[in-house]
C-alpha cells in the first residue's frame, strides 16, 4: 500500500468529454488501427456533439469516432422511437466497424425484429460511419449481445431467447440462457445455440484460443449445463469447441 501510494500518476495526454445537453452514456471504448478509438453507447441528447436526427427519438445508438487527440472524427446515431444502445465494437479487415447493440424499435429505419421487449442489433459501419447493413436477431424474450468476436470465418456474438433465429433456450417462466451466434461476415446466421439451466444464465464475454471458445458470465441454475455444486449467481466458465459443442462447464 506504501509503495502504490508513493507511486506517480501517468502524465495526462488529454481529456474531454462528449455529449449533448441530455444523457450519453458510453459502454465500449475500443483502439483503432490508425492509433485513435472508436467509442460506442447511447445518447438521449439532440445538440452539443450530437447531430440533431429529428426522426428517431429516446435512446439512440451512438458511436463516435476519435483521433490519436480525442479530437471526433465523425459520430452517427441510429435508431427509432424505442430504446437503443451500442453494447461493443469491432474494427473489420476493410477499415469499418462492427456494432453490437440492442433494440425494441420498428421505425426510424430500424430492420424489423421477431417482437417482445428487446432484440439483438448489429450494424456494418463503413470507415467513414457510414451504415453498410444492419441484422436483427432473436425471438419473442429478452435479447441482449453483450460481446462480439471475429473468427477467421465469421463473427461470434452472445444472446439470450428461445425462439425467432436463436434455439434451445432451457429456462421456463422467463428466465434467460447464455446462447452464442455464429454468422458470417455478412451477417448471416450459421448456427445458434443456447446454454444454461432452468434459471438465469447470461454471457458477458469471449476468448478463442487455439481453436477453443471460451466464454464466461453468471449463472444461477444446477441444472441442464450447470454443474450441480453452484450456488446462486456464481461466476460461469463455458468451453466450446469449433462448433459450440460444451467441452466443459463450470
Not at 212 to 235: E, H
Amino acid at each position: 500500500t506504501g509503495i502504490a501510494a508513493q507511486s506517480p500518476l501517468p502524465p495526462t495526454q488529454w481529456a474531454y468529454h462528449y455529449g449533448g445537453s441530455s444523457v450519453d452514456i458510453p459502454f465500449v471504448i475500443k483502439f483503432t488501427n490508425d492509433g485513435g478509438t472508436i467509442v460506442g453507447g447511447y445518447t438521449d441528447s439532440k445538440d452539443g456533439d450530437i447531430d440533431a436526427h429529428t426522426p428517431r427519438e429516446y435512446w439512440d445508438l451512438w458511436v463516435a469516432k476519435l483521433d490519436r487527440c480525442g479530437t471526433i472524427q465523425w459520430e452517427q446515431s441510429f435508431g427509432g422511437t424505442g430504446y437503443e444502445s451500442a453494447r461493443d465494437i469491432v474494427q473489420t479487415s476493410d477499415g469499418g466497424y462492427m456494432v453490437l447493440g440492442e433494440t425494441n424499435s420498428t421505425d426510424g429505419g430500424v430492420v424489423a425484429g421477431f417482437g417482445g421487449t428487446k432484440d439483438i442489433w448489429l450494424l456494418k459501419l463503413g470507415a467513414a460511419g457510414n451504415l453498410v447493413w444492419q441484422k436483427r436477431y432473436g425471438g419473442t424474450g429478452l435479447d441482449i449481445g453483450n460481446h462480439i468476436e471475429i473468427t477467421s470465418d465469421g463473427e461470434i456474438l452472445i444472446a439470450d431467447s428461445n425462439d425467432g433465429n436463436i434455439y434451445g433456450n432451457h429456462g421456463t417462466g422467463g428466465y434467460t440462457d447464455g446462447a452464442l451466434i455464429k454468422i458470417t461476415s455478412s451477417g448471416a446466421v450459421q448456427w445458434s445455440k443456447c446454454y444454461g439451466g432452468s434459471k438465469n444464465e447470461e454471457l458477458f464475454d469471449i476468448e478463442i484460443i487455439n481453436g477453443k471458445t471460451y466464454l464466461a458470465g453468471f449463472t444461477n441454475s444446477v441444472d441442464g449445463d450447470i454443474p450441480p455444486s453452484q450456488q446462486n449467481y456464481d461466476v460461469w466458465l463455458l468451453a466450446l469447441d469449433a462448433n459450440g459443442n460444451k467441452i466443459f462447464s463450470k
